[in-house]
């Protein structure tokens, strides 16, 4: 598996969570990472390769090259 964004959640719950952690001084990589802390289950939706998280100018790049073949 492999995580990919976007991550949903409810509003109030995320909200909580993420004060909650704050709080306690926990980091957490993701937001579903923070939820299963909390004792939330977290669900898994089958996703795509072709859903790639353009972030830095090299991702442009190559999303470039992809649709331009």
């Avoid at 990589?29 to 939820?35: E, F, G, K, P």
């Avoid at 089958?46 to 859903?51: H, I, Q």
Wanted: glycine share 6%; net charge positive; charged share 30%.
């Amino acid at each position: 598996w492999h995580a990919q964004t976007p991550q949903a959640f409810k509003r109030k719950i995320l909200l909580e969570c993420h004060m909650r952690a704050r709080a306690e001084g926990f980091v957490a990589t993701d937001d579903a990472s923070l939820l299963e802390k909390y004792g939330y289950k977290v669900g898994v939706l089958e996703g795509s390769y072709w859903n790639v998280k353009i972030t830095y100018p090299e991702d442009l790049e190559f999303i470039r090259k992809i649709l331009c073949k």
